[in-house]
């Protein structure tokens, strides 16, 4: 299979968090992890919008986040640069 990632992957499982723009908070699992990029399992996926907030440390630091494509249980995000 090709490999189109432009970073190499490490593979994680760490808890994290999903923060809405309405502030309300989905729990998730990051499964892997890139400088530019994170796999996401979150289930179900549906009522996240295409941008969003993740947090690894209880919204005490905030990584923006772009959903490049996504799954029932799963999403794949772009980090964004902080505004």
Aim: proline letters at 2%; hydrophobic letters at 40%; charged letters at 25%.
């Amino acid at each position: 299979m090709l490999e189109r990632r432009k970073f190499q992957r490490t593979h994680v499982m760490a808890r994290a968090q999903i923060i809405l723009e309405d502030s309300s908070i989905i729990d998730c699992t990051v499964h892997d992890l890139t400088t530019a990029g994170a796999g996401i399992l979150a289930a179900p996926t549906t009522g996240v919008s295409d941008r969003f907030d993740l947090t690894f440390d209880g919204s005490r630091s905030l990584r923006p986040c772009r959903v490049i494509w996504r799954t029932h249980d799963r999403m794949g995000v772009e980090f964004l640069q902080a505004s």
